[in-house]
């Protein structure tokens, strides 16, 4: 789940990082009164859950409340990549000196959490990394230790911090780290982190993710997810229990089991297709659940077929034939849809679908195969 700016720095704060003082606000008037209770000049930026606000022309500074509501109106009116702005922030503005990047991670291949950091910040980090990487410094923190002083000062020193910030970098790392591990997050990120004018560190930015499964431990964190800012098919497929990530290609997929739903991924990938999701609909899956998810399948405009890959074990396959026929005599599908279908009564199940002029199959590379002829056959 990707918190809001305001969010994360909200939780920033919690942990003793030293944010702007501000607030949120939903209309141009809420803006002008923080700016008129800051009084001070500020800065209004658009919360989207994207990066490159500031490019966009989401994130502009206003020096009086009356410029604050007008900047506040024009930015809430925009779309910033597809994303219409519901809300700004408004924050007291900052002199700023430097621009440092400073970021936790997950490194899978390392299999260790990692604290990035740059003296390259502000801009999109991610175009440092590809073109300058050198100028990104990481250290691999140990789980069980946790981020260590010596590290903090290690990161210090190599992004040519001066001296005399070390210790509140220090302390302000540890307190990232914190948040990090305590709220569960897979991303805890400010960029910029500034040394201000008058010489002091402040997290301008705030960017964190949460992983999803862990905020049936944080319900304050859970709270703060913003559906207005979510795919409709993915509220859809939370709704029905289901775990649904969309993708770019052209095959619809229905599986049940997130290894077998790999597996077809890397299957259809094999034989030339591209999947144009992933989705569990998960055992024992009933017509209904089949049908929500053939609707979201299906609400995929790229998607020109589906390939169902359910392994009857415990419901019978005969049980999940029925199921998906009341789930398509619901969505009425008009692309071409291929089964496989394995397990007990499996030939039964097969037959019900045959007769309802459903593509089927024995095996899955067989399965696959039919879905990539019928998703490149011309209609
Ligand atoms: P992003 O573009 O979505 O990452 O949004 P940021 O919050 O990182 O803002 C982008 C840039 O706007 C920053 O790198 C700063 O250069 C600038 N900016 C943000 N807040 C302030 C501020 O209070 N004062 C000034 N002068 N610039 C700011
Ligand atoms: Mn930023």
Redesign the pocket.
């Known amino acids: 789940m990707k918190l809001h700016?305001y969010q994360s720095k909200q939780i920033f704060a919690r942990y003793g990082i030293p944010i702007?003082k501000g607030r949120v606000a939903a209309s141009a008037l809420e803006a002008r009164t923080i700016a008129e209770e800051l009084g001070s000049r500020v800065?209004i930026?658009s919360q989207v859950l994207v990066?490159?606000?500031?490019?966009a022309g989401?994130?502009r500074?206003a020096k009086t409340p009356h410029e604050a509501e007008e900047v506040a109106a024009q930015i809430l009116g925009m779309e910033i990549k597809g994303l219409p702005v519901r809300k700004v922030l408004v924050?007291e503005?900052?002199?700023?000196k430097t621009?440092i990047y400073l970021g936790i991670t997950n490194d899978r291949s390392n299999r260790k959490p990692v604290i990035m950091a740059s003296a390259a910040g502000?801009v999109e980090i991610e175009q440092v990394a590809k073109d300058t990487p050198e100028k990104i410094i990481k250290i691999y923190i140990d789980p069980l230790l946790g981020l260590r002083d010596y590290q903090a000062r290690d990161i210090a020193m190599a992004i040519d911090l001066p001296r005399e910030h070390w210790r509140a970098f220090g302390a302000l790392a540890a307190a990232l780290w914190r948040a990090y591990t305590e709220c569960d997050a897979t991303l805890a990120e400010i960029?910029?982190l500034v040394i201000t004018g008058d010489n002091r560190l402040l997290a301008?930015?705030g960017k964190m993710l949460i992983d999803d499964n862990a905020l049936f431990r944080h319900g304050d964190l859970a709270d703060m997810r913003d559906l207005d800012a979510e795919a409709a098919s993915e509220i859809e497929a939370r709704k029905y229990g289901l775990s649904y990530i969309k993708l770019d290609g052209e095959i619809g997929c229905m599986v049940n089991g997130a290894g077998l739903a790999m597996t077809t991924m890397d299957i259809i990938k094999l034989f030339g297709g591209s999947p144009a999701n992933f989705l569990d609909i998960g055992g024992g899956a009933g017509a209904e659940k089949v049908a929500a998810a053939l609707r979201i399948i299906l609400s995929d405009p790229n998607v020109k077929t589906v390939l169902f890959n359910v392994f009857g074990g415990i419901t019978r396959c005969d049980e999940v034939a029925r199921g998906i026929l009341t789930a398509m005599d619901e969505v009425k599908p008009k692309v071409p849809m291929v089964i496989r279908l394995v397990g007990t009564n499996a030939a039964e199940g097969r037959q019900m679908l045959a007769n309802a002029s459903m593509i089927t199959a024995e095996t899955l590379a067989d399965a696959a195969q039919k879905a990539v002829a019928a998703s490149t056959a011309k209609r």
């Open positions: 700016e702007p800065v930026k990066g490159g606000r500031g490019k989401g994130i500074l924050d503005a900052a002199n700023i621009e502000g960029n910029p301008l930015d």
